[in-house]
T-cell receptor
């Protein structure tokens, strides 16, 4: 983390509601990523963006949406179409280049009530 | 298909001992590998990385070994400390992975006994 902030840290949602998770970075990194982590499991890619105003679906994009209007920001909306949204959501950034690593934010824990 | 897996889900070591965490990968086209440490409730923290043109890379108290012949990656932690207790993930990136996508293993939980 460090240059990557995610808010809120904890989020509670009622069924049927959309919620938006914030991810902001001051690292001047081009690429940004959203992952989902379930208990005892690895990370699964939801969406990613390599450049402003462009983004691509990851492995589990259904029920999620994103935007990339600014280089610094990559918000994730969890829609009511996401059947099992309770999870730990992680945002990551990467500077350009195939071998540059991804750095992660502190995460947002979303719980559906 | 592509997969990154870990041999052991849990590892318990005595403080001061060396730890070895293993990882197998199946994509021979992967050319970049990363180890992350994740403490409970926090985001993954970068530990060390290695490119496929290397066999070994050392950091502070950590060493990553890459054996491309058997597609195996390991993380060695010297003189393990209680603060090393966490879940450790390996991740790979294929040379032609669109968007620099990483593929993560499920993780190994390291527990350090005082």
């Amino acid at each position: 983390d460090g240059g990557i902030t995610q808010s809120p840290k904890y989020l509670f949602r009622k069924e049927g509601q959309n919620v938006t998770l914030s991810c902001e970075q001051n690292l001047n990194h081009d690429a940004m990523y959203w992952y989902r982590q379930d208990p005892g499991q690895g990370l699964r890619l939801i969406y990613y963006s390599q450049i402003v105003n462009d983004f691509q679906k990851g492995d589990i994009a259904e029920g999620y949406s994103v935007s990339r209007e600014k280089k610094e920001s990559f918000p994730l909306t969890v829609t009511s179409a996401q059947k099992n949204p309770t999870a730990f959501y992680l945002c990551a950034t990467q500077s350009s280049g195939l071998t540059d690593t991804q750095y992660f934010g502190p995460g947002t824990r979303l719980t559906v009530l | 298909g592509e997969s990154v897996g870990l041999h052991l889900p849990t590892l318990s070591v005595q403080e001061g001992d060396n730890s070895i965490i293993n990882c197998a990968y199946s994509n021979s086209a992967s050319d970049y590998f990363i180890w992350y440490k994740q403490e409970s409730g926090k985001g993954p923290q970068f530990i060390i990385d290695i490119r496929s043109n290397m066999d070994k890379r050392q950091g502070q108290r950590v060493t990553v070994l890459l054996n491309k012949t058997v597609k195996h990656l390991s993380l060695q932690i010297a003189a393990t400390q209680p603060g090393d207790s966490a879940v450790y993930f390996c991740a790979e990136r294929g040379l032609y992975n669109q968007g620099g996508k990483l593929i993560f293993g499920q993780g190994t939980e390291l527990s350090v006994k005082p």
